[in-house]
């Protein structure tokens, strides 16, 4: 939501999720796909170490097409 923006809640969320799975040794890459419009959701990623490896177009809950990124991060 607009209220929780710069507040490190995607920041927080991340690295949390990260942590669990970097608990499971047979996790080798991290995985997720985002729209090209969350410029502020695709930095984030990035910081975290996820690079772009596909360009999608898909039709999103709100019947539009939409242009996407799917973006990976080796663990290990």
Known sequence: SQAARGKGVG???MEAILAEVGKRKDIRKAAL????EQAAAVALYRRFGFEVTEEQEEVQGDGKLHRGYWMEKILR
Do not use: F
């Open 11 to 13: 920041k927080a969320l």
């Open 33 to 36: 796909g985002v729209v090209q």
